[in-house]
């Protein structure tokens, strides 16, 4: 339960919002060979019209009798005391990446060490610090999940060569991502104030792009495209009552990029048909998204509003309740 209850957030608020905003401590922690690096501020999230889903999920964990039990004793409140959470992963020729998952806020590491030790997690001592081996037989061949209590603002958990390398790395005074070195060159490409961001090294992740089906239609020629880019890059920042995305495909092919820009125009054209009949509010909303190409890549931008967001999650969350 722990294990579920600590690592649900970052998937929960990257799909609720698809810094440079995080801080040096966390940033510096990320490897240089991460091929995909997601960002988002939690903070940002209490107090607008788009953090219903990570909170509700939140609070699903928080009513679920072992996982209160939990958090109870290790004083967690996911909602008030995670600030940001950063997450990476690497990618492996074998398609065993490492991934590892750094929780930045207000902690008390002597109760959640307590806490996860009561329910069976191993503690181990390593080059710069001491880290929990979680007990969880379900974790088939990545092996089990691990998380280290750095301080009273740090959480690190992932796989545990993840947790042990950035303990290790913590201790050598950090990686060097967030000075440019790896993935970490591209940190420019994100806006530093942005809410949620996302740095995908596609050319590093061939294997997963590889395995990335986008169906029939318009969104099958911007997914055949996005597997030629070199780096995809996404950020969501909320602006009042709006949510203003934009994500952006490199390539270093004139042909790969003039492919993309058609692809996703021809996906804004298709959305536009389909919303007319099905979601009428969403035809003004798409015509305003701006798709723009220049020497290095593509990019799609806009802004979603508020009422717009609402309205779509009620009808999400309605249609799963038949």
């Not at 740095?199 to 294997?207: A, F, G, I, N, Y």
Request: proline letters at 3%; aromatic letters at 4%; a neutral charge.
């Amino acid at each position: 339960m722990f294990k579920k209850t600590l690592l649900a957030l970052p998937v929960l608020a990257l799909l609720a919002a698809p810094a440079a905003a995080a801080s040096g401590g966390a940033l510096s922690l990320v490897p240089e060979n991460a091929t995909t690096v997601g960002f988002v501020r939690v903070v940002d999230l209490r107090s607008n019209p788009f953090q219903l889903r990570v909170f509700e999920e939140a609070d699903k964990l928080s009513s679920d009798g072992e996982g209160a039990r939990f958090l109870a004793e290790a004083g967690l409140n996911l909602r008030e005391d995670v600030d940001s959470v950063l997450a990476c992963t690497t990618a492996s020729d074998e398609g065993r990446g490492r991934s590892l998952v750094l929780f930045e806020g207000r902690f008390d590491p002597a109760r959640l060490a307590a806490a996860v030790a009561k329910r069976g997690a191993a503690r181990h001592s390593v080059t710069g610090g001491e880290y929990f081996l979680l007990k969880d037989e379900s974790h088939g061949s990545h092996g089990p999940g691990a998380v280290a209590f750095v301080s009273s603002h740090l959480v690190v958990a992932g796989s545990e060569p993840a947790v042990i390398a950035a303990l290790s790395e913590r201790a050598a005074g950090g990686t060097g991502f967030s000075s440019g070195k790896g993935l970490g060159r591209e940190l420019h490409r994100v806006d530093p104030a942005a809410t949620a961001w996302v740095l995908v090294d596609v050319e590093k992740s061939r294997r997963a792009a590889a395995s990335i089906r986008g169906g029939d239609g318009p969104a099958a020629g911007v997914v055949s495209a996005l597997r030629s880019v070199s780096l995809i890059a996404m950020e969501a920042t909320v602006e009042s009552d709006a949510l203003a995305v934009k994500a952006t495909g490199l390539s270093s092919d004139e042909e790969t990029r003039g492919l993309l820009e058609d692809a996703l125009r021809g996906v804004t054209a298709a959305w536009r048909l389909a919303a007319q009949e099905k979601s009428p509010q969403l035809v003004a909303v798409i015509r305003k998204f701006q798709v723009s190409r220049d020497d290095e890549g593509v990019t799609i931008s806009g802004k979603l509003p508020g009422d717009l967001i609402r309205s779509l999650s009620a009808e999400a969350r309605a249609h799963r309740g038949k």
